[in-house]
């Protein structure tokens, strides 16, 4: 069992800056893939990025690449995503989400929601136009 906390949402100006952090609570997050995912209003949840759980490998959807970056650090027992260049379509729900990754290699990671086993709150983006 993790339990993950997202913090870092609010509202931003397009082409301003938001940095999105993930905590887990209550076991390491070193054994999990982890991702992030959006929900925009109205729409259904989609993938953002992802990262291995030896932090080698990220991948990212189409609409964010060159513009957000995820990274973790295994010692702050944190996840973050760093949004630059915000638009007004990254309006949305932010999700960040782990995947029991202990057996797979450092270089797995997911980008299907149905994989992920913890789930955060969500924080909230809203970028104005």
């Known amino acids: 069992q993790v339990q993950l906390v997202e913090s870092g949402g609010g509202l931003v100006q397009a082409g301003g800056s938001l940095r999105l952090s993930c905590v887990g609570i209550?076991?390491?997050?070193?054994?999990?893939?982890m991702g992030w995912f959006r929900q925009p209003p109205g729409k259904e949840r989609e993938f953002v990025a992802a990262i291995s759980k030896g932090g080698t490998n990220t991948y990212y959807t189409d609409s964010v690449k060159g513009r957000f970056t995820i990274s973790r650090d295994n010692a702050k027992n944190t996840i973050s995503l760093q949004m630059n260049s915000l638009k007004p379509e990254d309006t949305a729900i932010y999700y960040c989400?782990?995947?029991?990754?202990?057996?797979?290699?450092?270089?797995?990671?997911?980008?299907?929601?149905?994989?992920?086993?913890?789930w955060g709150q969500g924080t909230k983006v809203t970028v104005s136009s």
């Open positions: 209550g076991r390491t997050l070193s054994v999990f893939a």
């Open positions: 989400a782990a995947e029991w990754a202990d057996s797979a290699g450092d270089h797995y990671f997911t980008t299907s929601d149905e994989e992920y086993d913890y």
